[in-house]
């Protein structure tokens, strides 16, 4: 605890959906270097609350990085400044004394903000819902071992896995597309022989629900995958298309 | 044994284990059971509470078979349920390894590893359905590790001798869940689920003595909602968070439970709560959660403190590191204890030994509450490259939350190389304690089921690592979806609810005074300031090692911080929209609530085992001494009315057909 760090915090602040946001700045002090960032946005939270004033909301569940619950859009970075890890996971060491530090929700059309830095991604859901998943019900699987599957393809199918349903493709990205997000799913599947029956009607049905929901165009420039925190690759988009065109020349 | 039994056998409790040898049970229950048909079951509704393993396995299940199902999460979508932290592995007996591994042997395991306080006949059917699971996940495309002959890989984990852990990199709860989470996609898209996100349910409502429906408000609007249907299941995971710091998640919450429990369902064995030893230590009292390094590290890794208590006291001071400490002042505490297992004794055993030198003085960080896991015989042996091979993403896990890096080589003492130790403490990690459950899953209220975490029915006083996962999945795909069937039954003709009822009525404006009595203290703390002050008391007094009088020092100072949270907490903010504060209030009752649960059940089990132990009873060595001839019994407490008033403890009593009773013995 040798190292502490004061600085300012700017902050989007907006009651409900309906309300006008601003930023708010707060002076925070002391902050040991090893707290996490979510930590020191408790202690920020617990002297507003002393103060009797709102604490800021912010979601967040696991602080593991693996929910995907937490957002923040910080110092213009989706998840923040450090490469493969997400915001529950960034540390106070990554800043310094004296910085201004600015923290805003999600921003993009598909993800209204619910209060300060919540946003609704109800919209990922939805898309999942569409074509993510195998037709089949429980209970009437064969042996597990009954179809052997590569190595390399099931390694490759759990990086596509590994996708935590944060959103931050859709922050990062200026036309604010979830492409990157659909394409992790549809490659998972694409790659396993239990997803292939449906794989034409998957990847349509995800991306014209992505489409009518208000995603934009995904035009490759790649914001999405370089602010990713599971590194989720674009090779998946281009994966992506090529089941698009397939299922395209199939009708 | 015999004349004990019927002494503390009461009435009350019937477990409706079906009859025959316990292989057949699961059978022949099924061949007997009433079941709905479809056309019936489009006419029932049944609300399941939670979305982790548990919940969405079973809501997607119930909903492929045609029932109306109405499923709530706190977070922001079902995915994102505490299971998607669990990182090991989920066991089954399909023996693919061919190391000698069986239904038996699984279902032998978990019985002796939880300390003989199991139930037999639940956990012989848990290993029975363990197969299924796997075989389902694979279908659903869940991509577990495989070999490179195509065929699916396993791992081996604490107290069991065989390799039958499936794992997917070290997020098998993640992609578990995913899958789980797929199909109720599907079944969410068919119409046959519907999906409440950022909902918590506050009270369950029960009509002539049978749970029809829930209140649970909606966290967005901070709306209060009724739902009505033709039964409840809980699936809303363990209570871990009582102590504060935990390695759940910060949502992670009992309060359904406990309003299961005020409403007349039973609670078993809320003492066994279990204790992970390698998690990274308390840092801070700002900390807000703590970190699991997976128990897989142990098997390359050493556990140790110094043999001299300077080294220690200089460790504390920070004057000197870990790799300044030469092999021969190192204290193998596992090895040198437990020979045969070492440092892959079962995770009570192992938190109690780092407890146990800790409170010596030999603890090394500067709190004094830590201990050394090492790498440095294993990257020497095995070279760096392999053992990043294994624990790569942990060794970076654990640098970027502590500025360490457990792969760095830090010193060179007589011709040795040492390398950066981790430092690892125990912490609460899961809690084998419940909602009481049948054989049918079913709690002591009529139309109330229980299933995953938040029931006690598999793992007596301790759980075996990646059992977990296998419970919640075993019971949501497998087990619910039966034996619900069999009290839908005779439900058919009840038509749908209206939630215009009094009863309803009644429970919407208890849960409404709640929020208003809570709105209104207008005191001077936080929240979290009383919640820290529960973790402290809890991990003090009603922790790792409890004694009879620590627990009755304990249910004084829980009273009193009741006092204390009912005149002096502060909620800022309104009712009105979304008020975390006022959720998190709302959980921190029920903690509280809870903490006494656990205080009276430890304090009423004179004996140690799995998950509880009793400083008085311990032999010589320092090992716990279960006491079979008086509590060879499932502890359950009974709500009296009051959170003020002390619970009424019944017994149910355990039978063994199958398995004799023997003391645990990791040594030899
Ligand atoms: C870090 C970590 C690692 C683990 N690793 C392993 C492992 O490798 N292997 C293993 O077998 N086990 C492991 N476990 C244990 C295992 O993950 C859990 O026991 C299991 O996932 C619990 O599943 P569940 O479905 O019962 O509950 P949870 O996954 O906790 O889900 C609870 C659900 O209930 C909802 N809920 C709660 N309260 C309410 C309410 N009032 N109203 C509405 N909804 C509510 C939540 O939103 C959530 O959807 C691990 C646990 C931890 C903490
Ligand atoms: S692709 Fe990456 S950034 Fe997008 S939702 Fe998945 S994990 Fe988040
Ligand atoms: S809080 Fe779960 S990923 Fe950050």
């Known amino acids: 605890m040798e190292n502490s760090i004061s600085f300012k915090l700017k902050v989007w602040r907006q009651k409900d959906a309906k309300s006008q946001g601003q930023f708010v700045t707060y002076d925070v002090n002391d902050i040991p270097t090893d707290t996490s960032f979510l930590e020191?946005?408790?202690?920020?939270?617990?002297?507003?609350?002393?103060?009797?004033?709102?604490?800021?909301?912010?979601?967040?569940?696991?602080r593991e990085g693996i929910c995907g619950m937490c957002s923040l859009y910080i110092n213009g970075h989706p998840h923040g400044p450090a490469t493969g890890a997400t915001t529950c996971q960034l540390y106070m060491r990554r800043f310094h004394d004296g910085d201004t530090i600015t923290v805003e929700p999600w921003r993009s059309a598909a993800f209204p903000v619910i209060k300060d830095l919540m946003v609704n991604r109800n919209a990922l859901d939805q898309i999942q819902q569409a074509g993510g998943y195998v037709s089949f019900n429980t209970g009437g699987a064969q042996d597990?071992?009954?179809?052997?599957?590569?190595?390399?393809?099931?390694?490759?199918?759990?990086?596509?896995?590994?996708?935590?349903?944060?959103?931050?493709?859709?922050?990062?990205?200026?036309?604010?597309?979830?492409?990157?997000?659909?394409?992790a799913k549809v490659s998972q599947f694409a790659l396993l022989p239990q997803g292939k029956a449906e794989a034409k009607?998957?990847?349509?049905?995800?991306?014209?629900?992505?489409?009518?929901?208000?995603?934009?165009?995904?035009?490759?420039?790649?914001?999405?995958?370089?602010?990713?925190?599971?590194?989720?690759?674009?090779?998946?988009?281009?994966?992506?298309?090529?089941?698009?065109?397939c299922a395209k020349c199939a009708d | 044994m015999e004349e004990t039994m019927n002494k503390t056998a009461q009435p009350v409790i019937d477990s409706k284990i079906p009859e025959g040898p316990i292989a057949e049970k699961w059978t022949n229950y099924k061949a007997h059971q009433k079941l709905v048909n479809p056309a019936n079951k489009r006419r029932l509704d049944i609300i399941v509470v939670g979305t982790g393993l548990a919940g969405a396995s079973a809501a997607a299940t119930l909903g492929e078979m045609g029932f109306n199902v109405l499923n709530f999460c706190i977070q922001d979508s079902p995915r994102r349920a505490h299971s998607i932290a669990a990182q090991g592995g989920i066991n089954a007996a399909k023996n693919y390894q061919n190391d000698g591994d069986s239904v038996y042997r699984l279902f032998y395991d978990t019985v002796k590893g939880g300390d003989y306080r199991a139930r037999e006949a639940n956990v012989y059917r848990l290993a029975e359905v363990s197969n299924n699971i796997i075989d389902q996940?694979?279908?659903?495309?869940?991509?577990?590790?495989?070999?490179?002959?195509?065929?699916?890989?396993?791992?081996?984990?604490?107290?069991?001798?065989?390799?039958?852990?499936?794992?997917?990199?070290?997020?098998?709860?993640?992609?578990?869940?995913?899958?789980?989470?797929?199909?109720?996609?599907?079944?969410?898209?068919?119409?046959?689920?519907?999906?409440?996100?950022?909902?918590?349910?506050?009270?369950?409502?029960?009509?002539?003595?049978?749970?029809?429906?829930?209140?649970?408000?909606n966290l967005v609007?901070?709306?209060?909602?009724?739902?009505?249907?033709h039964a409840v299941v809980i699936a809303t995971g363990g209570y871990g968070n009582t102590y504060f710091l935990s390695t759940n998640a910060m949502a992670c919450n009992c309060s359904a439970a406990m309003a299961c429990y005020r409403k007349g369902a039973m609670f078993a064995n809320p003492a066994y709560v279990q204790i992970h030893p390698t998690c990274i230590p308390v840092h801070g009292d700002k900390q807000s959660k703590l970190t699991l390094m997976s128990e897989s590290l142990r098997n390359d890794g050493r556990i140790w403190v110094p043999k001299n208590i300077e080294d220690a006291k200089k460790l504390q001071a920070g004057e000197i590191k870990g790799s300044d400490i030469p092999e021969?002042?190192?204290?193998?505490?596992?090895?040198?204890?437990?020979?045969?297992?070492?440092?892959?004794?079962?995770?009570?055993?192992?938190?109690?030994?780092?407890?146990?030198?800790?409170?010596?003085?030999?603890g090394v960080n500067n709190t004094g509450l830590a201990v050394f896991l090492d790498f440095s015989e294993a990257i020497n042996r095995l070279g760096i490259d392999v053992i990043r091979q294994r624990y790569g993403n942990l060794f970076d896990m654990y640098e970027e939350i502590t500025d360490v890096n457990p792969g760095e080589l830090a010193n060179e003492i007589d011709g040795v190389k040492y390398y950066n130790p981790m430092m690892i403490y125990p912490a609460i990690h899961y809690t084998m304690g419940g909602i009481w459950v049948d054989y049918e899953l079913q709690t002591s209220v009529k139309g109330l089921f229980a299933i995953g975490e938040c029931n006690f029915s598999d793992h007596g006083a301790n759980r075996l690592g990646a059992s977990a996962l296998m419970q919640g999945l075993a019971d949501g795909y497998f087990v619910l979806p039966y034996t619900i069937q069999n009290y839908l039954s005779d439900q058919i003709t009840v038509p749908r609810f209206s939630t215009d009822t009094p009863e309803f009525e009644a429970a919407e404006k208890a849960v409404q005074d709640n929020l208003d009595r809570l709105m209104s203290i207008?005191?001077?703390?936080?929240?979290?300031?009383?919640?820290?002050?529960?973790?402290?008391?809890?991990?003090?007094?009603?922790?790792?090692?409890?004694?009879?009088?620590?627990?009755?020092?304990?249910?004084?100072?829980l009273k009193e911080l009741r006092k204390e949270f009912e005149t002096n907490l502060f909620i800022p903010g309104t009712q009105e929209g979304m008020?975390?504060?006022?959720?998190?209030?709302?959980?921190?009752?029920?903690?509280?609530?809870?903490?006494?649960?656990?205080?009276?059940?430890?304090?009423?089990?004179?004996?140690?085992?799995?998950?509880?132990?009793?400083?008085?009873?311990?032999?010589?060595e320092g090992e716990a001494k279960r006491d079979d001839e008086n509590y060879f019994y499932v502890s359950c407490w009974k709500y009296n009315g009051s959170d003020e008033t002390a619970p009424t403890q019944v017994k149910e009593p355990l039978h063994y057909e199958a398995i004799k009773v023997q003391t645990r013995n990791y040594k030899n």
């Open chain 1, 40 to 62: 020191m946005l408790d202690i920020l939270n617990e002297q507003l609350v002393e103060k009797g004033e709102e604490p800021i909301h912010f979601d967040h569940d696991c």
């Open chain 1, 144 to 183: 597990a071992n009954a179809i052997p599957i590569s190595k390399v393809a099931a390694d490759e199918a759990m990086d596509s896995a590994s996708c935590i349903g944060c959103g931050a493709c859709v922050a990062a990205c200026k036309n604010g597309s979830a492409m990157l997000f659909v394409s």
């Open chain 1, 201 to 245: 009607k998957r990847v349509k049905a995800m991306l014209s629900k992505m489409d009518e929901l208000g995603f934009g165009n995904c035009t490759n420039t790649g914001a999405c995958a370089a602010e990713c925190p599971k590194n989720i690759k674009l090779s998946n988009i281009a994966r992506l298309n090529r089941e698009f065109i």
């Open chain 2, 137 to 217: 996940c694979v279908a659903q495309g869940v991509p577990f590790a495989r070999e490179y002959g195509g065929l699916l890989a396993n791992r081996s984990f604490g107290g069991a001798q065989v390799s039958r852990t499936f794992y997917a990199k070290g997020q098998t709860g993640q992609q578990l869940l995913l899958g789980a989470y797929s199909s109720l996609n599907r079944q969410i898209n068919a119409g046959k689920v519907k999906s409440y996100n950022r909902y918590e349910m506050h009270d369950v409502v029960i009509i002539d003595g049978r749970a029809r429906g829930i209140i649970a408000k």
């Open chain 2, 221 to 229: 609007t901070g709306k209060l909602e009724r739902f009505a249907a």
């Open chain 2, 328 to 362: 021969k002042e190192r204290d193998y505490y596992l090895e040198r204890r437990y020979p045969a297992f070492g440092n892959l004794v079962p995770r009570d055993v192992a938190s109690r030994a780092a407890k146990e030198r800790c409170d010596k003085g030999y």
């Open chain 2, 522 to 557: 207008q005191g001077k703390r936080s929240v979290d300031s009383i919640h820290k002050e529960l973790g402290h008391i809890m991990w003090e007094y009603v922790g790792m090692g409890r004694t009879r009088e620590g627990l009755e020092t304990a249910l004084q100072k």
């Open chain 2, 579 to 620: 008020n975390n504060e006022l959720d998190k209030a709302f959980r921190l009752r029920d903690f509280i609530a809870m903490g006494e649960l656990i205080a009276y059940d430890a304090l009423s089990r004179n004996e140690s085992c799995g998950g509880h132990f009793r400083e008085e009873y311990q032999t010589e």
